[in-house]
């Protein structure tokens, strides 16, 4: 990895929350180090009792353990972590490369495997890898998934082949309105101070904005509520 690219790197693994979990002193000191050389934010527990003890503190964007542990094994801990918060990713730290090992840390879920002795570039690309996986999670975040297969991302609409549509800036508007409450239905009125921001109320815009919407998408996305207003048809 090129200077200019570590430094991008850290520029997003700063500001994340990491539990690191190993029992072996020697081995937590030099691991510890390696790892603040990306993070900024590291706790530490010295086995899997602790660890979680911990997560019931904090949320944790990344956990890294170890997996043969007193009290609690690596393992068992991330079971307890992945019900409460599917979100955080999981890496283990193992000596060993037993297919028993690694088929329970594919089960319960993880986002990485390291075998101990590891080097910086496989540190350092495994690093990469989970960077990149918490920013597509926090995108999903935003998406909204519609009827029929379609679903917006906040700024553009997918068909169920995923294919964007085109969409002016108004539909645009009115489907980032619409998408911001589950359950909610706008007024007409809404709808014409979020898009037009003017206080003149003309129903007829928003009835030929939802209509040219209509016709050109293969499904009715937006529901009409009599005398209410209009909804997205949520999946």
Same mark, same amino acid.
């Given at each position: ?5 570590? #430094? ?8 994340? %929350?990491?539990?690191?979990? @190993? ?9 510890? =180090?390696?790892?603040?050389? #990306? ?9 899997? =009792? &602790?660890?979680?003890?911990?997560? @019931?503190? *904090? ?5 890294? !353990?170890?997996?043969?542990?007193? =009290? ?14 599917? %979100? !955080? ?11 028993? #090992?690694?088929?329970?840390?594919? $089960? ?19 690093? +990469?890898?989970?960077? &990149? ?5 926090? $995108?999903? =975040? ?20 995923? %294919?964007?549509? +085109?969409?002016? +800036? %108004? ?29 003149? !109320?003309?129903?007829?815009?928003? *009835? ?7 016709? $050109? ?13 209009? $909804?997205? +048809?949520?999946?």
């Amino acid at each position: 990895m090129n200077k200019d690219d570590y #430094y991008a790197l850290l520029a997003q693994t700063k500001k994340l %929350n990491i539990l690191y979990v @190993e029992d072996n002193q020697d081995v937590r000191a030099q691991t510890l =180090k390696m790892l603040q050389n #990306y993070f900024s934010n590291i706790d530490v527990a010295e086995d899997g =009792k &602790e660890g979680l003890r911990a997560f @019931e503190k *904090r949320a944790y964007d990344i956990v890294f !353990t170890d997996i043969e542990m007193p =009290k609690m094994d690596g393992i068992s801990m991330l079971e307890h972590f992945k019900a409460k918060s599917p %979100n !955080t990713l999981f890496v283990i730290f193992s000596a060993h490369s037993h297919t028993d #090992y690694f088929l329970k840390s594919i $089960k319960v879920g993880i986002d990485g495997y390291i075998i101990k002795p590891f080097d910086i570039a496989q540190i350092e690309t495994l690093i +990469k890898e989970l960077v &990149e996986k918490l920013n597509m999670l926090e $995108k999903s =975040k935003d998406i909204v998934y519609l009827q029929d297969g379609y679903h917006f991302d906040g700024v553009v609409l997918y068909d169920k082949e995923g %294919n964007a549509i +085109k969409l002016t +800036k %108004n539909e645009q508007l009115l489907f980032k309105l619409l998408s911001s409450s589950r359950n909610g239905v706008f007024s007409a009125m809404d709808i014409e101070n979020y898009i037009f921001e003017d206080i003149e !109320t003309d129903n007829k815009r928003i *009835r030929n904005l939802v209509y040219r919407l209509r016709n $050109k998408l293969d499904t009715d996305l937006i529901e009409s509520v009599y005398n209410v207003g209009y $909804k997205l +048809k949520m999946k």
